[in-house]
């Protein structure tokens, strides 16, 4: 708008992840902000974006849907100031969202440097136990822990990245986590993750005994298979987790490693407990994803 004053915008919406209408709707509303929340800008307001079969399901479910979505923006201090809706066969809910950011202060994908660390604020594993869900798979316990995880907003964590010298930042969405990471990357970079520091929910691996796991998830690891290289002994489980696509998922950061230790923990002190240094960057000599145990 000027040199103190850029305009951002991004739109999401996505099929229900759990069964309660009202947290779907919440959860789509807090999916849809968090692209806001990853380029360091504020959101200001939001418009509905609806599908929903009025001629097979009750009005009261969508009613709750867009209740949910309303009460997280509320929780993200803004407001929802109209949308559109359609007559579909599957329910379908997200936002457009409005946001605003200095120029200056703008967080991109790319800008990622050798030696970055690599900082993730929200655990891996969402798109599996939706899955679970869908499948009937999954029990209220394990559902309400998943549930919690999307439920949260990226908006605390975002704040914090603000006072940090941040290089770029993505949130983890459908591309799942090693999805979001390659498109930080230039010809340049080399993505190293350690394995074993990455959050994961610990209730993924009961799931993908039973072959929880969705299509857009196989689709990431055929698309980016050939760009990996795994370091040790992972079994085809482990390796999928990495690949799941998620919903409402975390920030991932790249951040100079003298600032790290700092910016993780302030992240937790604001309630981002979850907050982990996963990897780091360095000069490419190969395949662009490296995964160790």
Known sequence: M????????????????????????????????????????????????????VKSMPMDTLGAILAGG?????????????????????????LTVTGLVHPQKLIRKTGAQIG????????????????????????????????GVMLELNRSAAEVMALFPVHACSDVSGFGLLGHLNEMLNSELAAVLNYSEIPILSQVWDVLKYGGVSSGTHANARYLRERVRWEGSFSPQEQLVLFDAQTSGGLLMAIPEEAAPS???????????????????????????????
Request: negative net charge; glycine residues 10%; proline residues 6%.
């Open 2 to 53: 000027d040199q103190d004053l850029a305009v951002v915008q991004t739109v999401d919406f996505i099929t229900p992840v759990v069964n309660d209408p009202h947290s779907f709707g919440a959860i789509a509303a807090a999916n849809a902000l968090s692209d806001i929340y990853a380029m360091g800008a504020s959101p200001i307001f939001a418009l509905n974006i609806v599908s929903f079969p």
């Open 70 to 94: 309303a009460q997280k923006a509320g929780e993200a201090g803004i407001a929802i100031v109209g949308g559109h809706s359609v007559d579909d066969t599957t329910p379908k809910y997200g």
């Open 116 to 147: 970055d660390v690599l900082i993730l604020t929200k655990p891996v594993g969402t798109g599996i136990l939706a899955t679970g869900i869908d499948s009937g798979i999954v029990g209220e316990e394990i559902e309400a822990v998943v549930t």
């Open 263 to 293: 910016l993780i923990s302030a992240l937790q002190k604001a309630g981002t407990l979850a907050a982990a240094p996963v990897g780091r960057l360095e000069k490419s000599q190969g395949l662009p994803l490296i995964i160790k145990p």
